[in-house]
């Protein structure tokens, strides 16, 4: 029915239908979350406190500043007083580096040109790149296989409630299926063209994506899997040129982000300078011999008992540290089998779709932890449905991996492919893993289960 520019206007339409559709769904009924949860609100308070002068800060929870923000934030998406440039008290607020700080400079800039909403405006935003992502996949999908397969690919992206649902979500999860789809894009392109432009605009790309998440900056060294297995192919010094170039020019970028955290917090890093909480909290995913708890209100109860405010100034982030490393020599057999069911949460990754969920309903971690879980299958696929489907959907994508191994003729292809299906899971399994920081890997697993769709065949009875 469409040819040419009019399909790419047709699956365009129909992105932007849904993704408006979900977040207006989410405002004004009950049907959708209404993305206000702790997460969501953690990067609009950053933004606001920019915004408001106050530089890259944030409110302790239950604090007179939490409150007072909260306030503000309900005040400001109703529509009144956005041009006020609010007064926030001392009492809570502190600065913070366990965030990178990307979306609050976007959203606290946007905010002051525009006087929108940040909720609205971070929305728009994912909105927007999300289109770019399905843009950027199908190109992709293009070089490495069919247009057919290009298509269902985009169709499939495009449609899916776990990607409509992140578009929306107000964080810089949002952004990172693009970064995923355009850097491999780009080295591609990289590896055709042999120009030393498009090493540049990977290395943007990271240096830019480091300042949203940081855990994903080594993506484009992973890609060194493809010189270690075709040597023969490339030259010593062009490996070098790569990798040296990628590194500068994404430090470079984030040198202003480094240099904020040493007069900060006296430590000169690119990255997040507070992750010893988020270790801990990783090594909570189980029932452990420490009794600690899977949550960061956990790891806030057990800083305020070390005497500090939060978890993630640095005092607390070296007791953190420190005890993570205690607990891995206690127990080393017991950090294995954690490593071991992110491997599993890896594999069969729950997305959600944005549906509201009882917040009350126990999960399945809970109902494990009280050895519940056997008997409880119809009370979880009653309340978790959609997260089971979209493991489901998941587990296909990696059978459907191992299809495209032995169909795809082009290895250097698929060393690519795997290269950042390795990063994405070296990042996570040693530390910390969840739903959303996987959805990075969604638009390639489209690409795996369109392409399993287009090349498997029944053999038939007798033959």
Not at 201 to 206: D, G, M, R, S
Not at 243 to 248: D, S, T
Not at 288 to 303: C, I, V
Request: proline content about 4%; glycine content about 6%.
């Amino acid at each position: 029915m469409f040819k040419g520019t009019g399909k790419h206007i047709s699956i365009a339409f129909i992105a932007i239908l849904l993704r408006f559709g979900v977040a207006w769904l989410g405002w004004n009924t009950s049907l959708f979350e209404a993305y206000d949860n702790s997460i969501t609100v953690v990067y609009q308070r950053s933004a606001y406190l920019l915004a408001f002068g106050y530089g890259y800060q944030q409110s302790l929870p239950e604090s007179p500043a939490y409150y007072q923000l909260d306030s503000i934030i309900t005040t400001i998406n109703l529509g009144s007083n956005l041009a006020t440039n609010y007064e926030i008290t001392e009492n809570g607020r502190f600065n913070t580096s366990h965030y990178p700080p990307g979306l609050p400079l976007i959203g606290a800039g946007l905010y002051k040109i525009t006087k929108i909403p940040i909720a609205y405006l971070y929305q728009i935003l994912g909105i927007l790149i999300d289109l770019i992502t399905i843009y950027y996949l199908y190109l992709l999908i293009l070089k490495i296989s069919t247009q057919k397969v290009a298509w269902i690919t985009a169709w499939l992206y495009c449609l899916s409630p776990q990607a409509i649902s992140l578009s929306v979500s107000m964080t810089p999860d949002a952004y990172m299926p693009l970064l995923v789809v355009a850097t491999t894009y780009y080295f591609l392109q990289y590896l055709e063209h042999k120009s030393f432009k498009y090493i540049i605009i990977i290395a943007i790309i990271n240096g830019l994506g480091g300042y949203l998440r940081s855990d994903f900056i080594l993506l484009p060294f992973a890609f060194n899997l493809l010189f270690l297995f075709r040597w023969n192919q490339f030259k010593l010094f062009n490996i070098l040129k790569f990798n040296l170039a990628i590194a500068v020019i994404s430090f470079i970028i984030l040198t202003p982000w480094a240099l904020h955290n040493k007069k900060t917090h006296g430590e000169f890093n690119p990255t997040s300078t507070s992750l010893g909480a988020t270790l801990i909290t990783g090594l909570s995913i189980l029932p452990n011999p420490w009794d600690l708890g899977p949550t960061d209100y956990d790891r806030f109860a057990e800083a305020k008992h070390m005497g500090f405010d939060t978890p993630f100034e640095s005092g607390a982030n070296y007791m953190f540290t420190e005890r993570f490393k205690s607990y891995i020599a206690e127990e080393p057999g017991y950090y294995a089998r954690t490593c071991l069911y992110r491997t599993g949460y890896f594999l069969t990754a729950p997305h959600g779709w944005g549906l509201e969920v009882d917040k009350y309903a126990k999960t399945y971690s809970e109902l494990r932890n009280e050895g519940a879980a056997l008997g409880s299958f119809s009370y979880l696929l009653g309340k978790y449905w959609t997260q089971m489907l979209s493991a489901i959907f998941t587990l296909i994508s990696f059978l459907s991996l191992f299809l495209f191994m032995r169909k795809h003729q082009d290895l250097n292809v698929k060393l690519i492919l795997i290269a950042v299906f390795i990063s994405v899971y070296l990042s996570h399994v040693f530390i910390h893993i969840t739903s959303v920081y996987l959805m990075s890997l969604y638009p390639i697993q489209c690409f795996f289960i369109a392409y399993m769709t287009t090349n498997f065949k029944f053999r038939k009875v007798g033959t």
